[in-house]
């Protein structure tokens, strides 16, 4: 009931602040045009313009947003923060032109004096960031009173957000907000007085929310990105109206460029944990550009190869990034993976390995699938994950807690390649096995050993299992190696229960071999991907394998076909914007 209370004290909060800022002089004019500077999306923009709405954690077909009821506060958030004019700018054709005209046109008319699921702090910024970006699509042939509604909107809205920022959650809801505000005093004339406060908070949020490492307390490498964006925009425009950015702005951006550039596939993609996805092509380059910086990829400053919980390995045109920390806990780990020790890989511009993902787009049910340690290539118990996920009061999310507490890596590097060595002890308590995890790709990239390893260390450990062995009756536990491959990449059986052989569409064959217990077995899997209509359909390659003594270990190896050539001339990558029908996995969960 207290929280409660308190929500409800701050929507009316929120309304009043609203209302107040409608009372003062509307802008008159903007003190210029910026270029739009973040990236949409051309397939989803045209999918937007047909009113097929996927925000958030929900879809729906809508030809007016603003007539229907949001399914869940997710969509609402996304609806009504207009972060979707990214993907109709992104087609710029005059369907789409019509279309945010309209919505926008319509929003204002609704929802403009402070009604509706908008006006909070996050929403609010990045609405008005989106607005002044996109005011020349907004008002493109128009000779009505577009632009002065637009103006005397953004002024309520700047107003509105110089009074309730400090409300807006920490990270990037709060940086996304001052932004906004820091967007609107710069390019909306009369509004100059609001920078100041706009700028101090926004240090003081970088300062605090950005840890000394340039990490955040999520994990989530798509969400840094989305900070650095931010961050980046504000920066280099007060920069451009000779203003100083705060210092702690600065500080920030030189910790995380480092951090994004080691966690970049070697196709420019991020790795897809803790509720991230890749990022849209193109964003870490343009951010780094308009920062100052080259978009180059290298090992970080300290060269260890290792940023945000996460090891990095990379030969030749392949890399591996690896999951290599405990997963994030508190309120971080609402959006957070059962994902320890899972790894990604990618080769020249294409994927090979990689998770499932898991996007709240499709449902909760497909959210918490991708969440579990089987979505993920790694090794998993029985089906069991290596951490729980508890329900939330009053969410319909769950918390990621008890996961492994303890993760070791140990990097050596000779002049063959380079040797990961890792393990956690997240089934430690209810198993009494510790997994263990050897990596070692080659200098040149072509082939990549591993080694998976359950083991009862201790004498206490070695009671646990044998306590778990007899809850099963005495049978062995059984476990499996799971290797998700992306779905440009088909895999055939070519020796049956030996031998898997990976072939991408760059021309590219990668052949996957084991030695050890267990059972190879190409079976479905999933790829949980925003910018397709539908979870689509991948395979995975499973060894199946159990344990019965106090030690199991299963090595194997995915190395390049020989008659694969050193250098492949891959001009083009396949988008989303048209898959085939069989690349669709029915809207139910995989079996």
Not at 178 to 195: H, K, M, Q, R
Request: glycine content about 10%.
């Amino acid at each position: 009931m207290a929280r409660n209370w308190r929500a409800r004290r701050i929507r009316w909060g929120h309304r009043w602040a609203a209302w107040r800022a409608g009372h003062a002089a509307p802008p008159p004019r903007f003190a210029a045009q910026p270029e739009p500077f973040f990236i949409g999306h051309y397939g989803l923009g045209q999918r937007l313009a047909r009113g097929d709405w996927a925000l958030g954690d929900a879809r729906l077909a809508a030809p007016d947003p603003w007539t229907i009821e949001p399914p869940t506060i997710r969509f609402a958030q996304a609806l009504h923060g207009f972060g979707w004019l990214d993907h109709l700018a992104a087609v710029g054709d005059a369907r789409a032109t019509k279309a945010a005209q309209g919505w926008t046109d319509g929003w204002i008319a609704r929802f403009g004096a402070g009604a509706g699921p908008g006006w909070e702090p996050q929403a609010t910024g990045r609405r008005v960031t989106r607005w002044i970006m996109h005011a020349g699509l907004l008002t493109a042939g128009r000779r009505d009173a577009a632009e002065p509604a637009l103006r005397a909107a953004l002024g309520r809205q700047a107003r509105f957000l110089a009074r309730r920022w400090p409300l807006a959650g920490p990270g990037l809801p709060r940086i996304e907000a001052l932004t906004g505000l820091i967007t609107a005093a710069l390019w909306l004339d009369g509004l100059e007085a609001l920078l100041p406060a706009a700028a101090a908070g926004l240090g003081q949020a970088a300062a605090r929310d950005i840890d000394a490492e340039g990490a955040i307390a999520s994990r989530n490498p798509e969400e840094l990105l989305e900070i650095f964006t931010q961050l980046a925009w504000a920066a280099s425009t007060m920069l451009a109206a000779e203003r100083e950015p705060p210092a702690a702005v600065i500080d920030a951006l030189d910790r995380i460029a480092p951090v994004l550039r080691l966690l970049r596939h070697a196709d420019g993609g991020l790795p897809r944990f803790h509720g991230g996805e890749a990022g849209m092509p193109g964003q870490f380059e343009r951010a780094l550009t308009l920062y100052g910086q080259p978009p180059l990829i290298h090992a970080g400053p300290d060269a260890t190869g290792q940023a945000m919980g996460y090891a990095r390995l990379q030969g030749g045109r392949t890399s591996l990034i690896v999951d290599a920390a405990p997963p994030p806990s508190g309120a971080a780990g609402l959006a957070a993976h059962a994902s320890t020790l899972a790894l990604e890989l990618t080769s020249n511009r294409r994927p090979v390995i990689v998770g499932c993902g898991a996007t709240p787009l499709f449902g909760p049910a497909w959210e918490r699938a991708g969440r579990a340690t089987e979505a993920h290539s790694t090794l998993a118990i029985e089906g069991i994950s290596s951490a729980r996920f508890d329900p939330v009061d009053d969410d319909a999310r769950e918390r990621l807690t008890g996961g492994p507490r303890s993760v070791t890596l140990h990097r050596s590097r000779d002049r063959d390649g380079t040797t990961l060595l890792l393990g956690h002890d997240g089934w430690l308590a209810s198993h009494g096995l510790t997994h263990s995890r050897g990596l070692a790709l080659s200098a040149d990239g072509r082939m990549l050993l591993g080694e998976d390893r359950l083991a009862a260390l201790a004498p206490a450990d070695r009671r646990r299992f044998n306590a778990a062995l007899g809850a099963g009756r005495g049978r062995a536990l059984d476990y499996a190696l799971h290797f998700h491959l992306h779905p440009e990449a088909e895999a055939s059986a070519d020796r049956p229960g030996h031998t898997v052989t990976i072939r991408l569409r760059s021309g590219e064959a990668w052949l996957f071999r084991f030695d050890g217990p267990g059972r190879l077995a190409l079976e479905p899997s999933y790829y949980l991907d925003v910018t397709a209509s539908e979870p689509r359909r991948a395979q995975q390659i499973v060894i199946h394998a159990a344990i019965d003594s106090f030690a199991s270990q299963i090595n194997w190896t995915l190395a390049k076909a020989h008659d694969t050539p050193l250098a492949i001339r891959d001009i083009g990558r396949d988008t989303d914007l048209a898959l085939p029908p069989d690349a669709i996995v029915p809207m139910g969960l995989p079996d």
